[in-house]
């Protein structure tokens, strides 16, 4: 490019211009006689770059599948083993609940304050309680009888703990007194109605409730809970008023129970 004085214009290129004599603008390297052995050491290492190692994930854990497969194995053979042992004792021992009848009752003193509904009774149960098991002796244990009217309790009471040995049949004798216990109206009412019907029967029930273990030899088992029902029981009352009263057990005798363990 001409400039306008005839003179060549400078390029700006932003690289050192060249000196005069000298096509490289850089300083030229020292010559061969430079260097002790005429050759140019040789550039320094470079030290090598080794990428940053990452810790190894954990392995998954391992099982040893062969001893759960194992213990697993045992668990079962045991839940077997208990179940054929209690299937032999049950097949050889043959248990049986045991059985309870009412034999006879009787009320005496039995009298109702109907402004006040307050009851006043004596009831004398007699009970009789066989076991039916010609290999176990049974224990009775914390044994309750209770009276009861249209499914509310009248009276209470405790019975002695006693043993029972195989095949053996028991009288049971249960005593319960009732002075002057309030009662709903609706007993007052319905036993006034039952004391109004030709015999006079009032229809109690009994209940009786024990801890029971049964002893198979020198083996004991654990202890249970044994309710029994006695439902429907008439004493006959033919005494209409208020006044005291005394009856006894209408109707076929023993009254036959139900037991549930």
Same mark, same amino acid.
């Given at each position: 490019?001409?400039?306008?004085?005839?003179?060549?214009?400078?390029?700006?290129?932003?690289? %050192?211009?060249?000196t005069?004599?000298?096509? *490289?603008?850089?300083?030229a390297?020292?010559?061969?006689? *430079?260097?002790?052995?005429?050759?140019?050491?040789?550039?320094?290492?470079?030290? $090598?770059y *080794?990428? #940053?190692?990452?810790?190894?994930?954990?392995?998954? %854990?391992?099982?040893? #599948?062969?001893? $759960?497969?194992?213990? $697993?194995?045992?668990a079962?053979?045991?839940?077997?083993?208990?179940?054929?042992?209690?299937?032999?004792? @049950?097949?050889?021992?043959?248990?049986?609940?045991?059985?309870?009848?009412?034999?006879?009752a009787?009320?005496?003193g039995?009298?109702?304050?109907?402004?006040?509904?307050l009851?006043s009774?004596?009831?004398?149960?007699?009970?009789?309680?066989?076991? %039916?098991?010609?290999?176990m002796?049974? *224990?009775?244990?914390?044994?309750?009888?209770?009276?009861?009217?249209?499914?509310?309790?009248?009276?209470?009471?405790?019975?002695?703990?006693?043993?029972?040995?195989?095949?053996?049949?028991?009288a049971l004798?249960?005593?319960?007194?009732?002075?002057?216990?309030?009662?709903?109206?609706?007993?007052?009412?319905?036993?006034?109605?039952?004391?109004?019907?030709?015999?006079?029967?009032?229809?109690?029930?009994?209940?009786?409730?024990? @801890?029971?273990?049964?002893?198979?030899?020198? @083996?004991?088992?654990?202890w249970?809970?044994?309710?029994v029902?006695?439902?429907?029981?008439?004493?006959?009352?033919?005494?209409?008023?208020?006044?005291?009263?005394?009856?006894?057990?209408?109707?076929?005798?023993?009254?036959?129970?139900?037991v549930?363990?």
């Amino acid at each position: 490019m001409i400039s306008s004085a005839g003179e060549p214009k400078t390029v700006v290129t932003g690289y %050192p211009a060249a000196t005069a004599g000298s096509s *490289y603008p850089y300083p030229a390297p020292p010559p061969a006689s *430079y260097y002790p052995n005429g050759h140019p050491p040789p550039p320094p290492p470079q030290p $090598l770059y *080794y990428p #940053t190692a990452y810790p190894a994930a954990a392995p998954p %854990p391992r099982y040893n #599948t062969a001893f $759960l497969r194992r213990l $697993l194995s045992i668990a079962v053979a045991l839940f077997l083993l208990f179940g054929l042992v209690t299937l032999i004792v @049950w097949l050889v021992l043959r248990p049986r609940l045991p059985e309870f009848t009412v034999s006879s009752a009787t009320v005496s003193g039995f009298n109702f304050s109907t402004s006040q509904q307050l009851l006043s009774a004596d009831f004398d149960l007699n009970l009789t309680v066989h076991n %039916p098991n010609s290999k176990m002796g049974i *224990y009775y244990d914390h044994v309750t009888a209770v009276v009861l009217y249209d499914s509310d309790a009248l009276v209470e009471t405790s019975l002695a703990p006693f043993y029972q040995a195989k095949g053996a049949a028991t009288a049971l004798r249960a005593r319960l007194v009732a002075v002057g216990m309030y009662v709903d109206s609706n007993i007052v009412k319905g036993i006034n109605s039952d004391r109004g019907r030709g015999d006079g029967a009032v229809h109690f029930q009994v209940r009786v409730s024990a @801890w029971v273990r049964f002893k198979p030899g020198a @083996w004991k088992t654990r202890w249970h809970m044994m309710r029994v029902y006695c439902d429907d029981v008439p004493i006959g009352l033919r005494n209409g008023t208020s006044a005291a009263a005394t009856g006894y057990l209408v109707g076929s005798t023993p009254k036959k129970c139900v037991v549930n363990l």
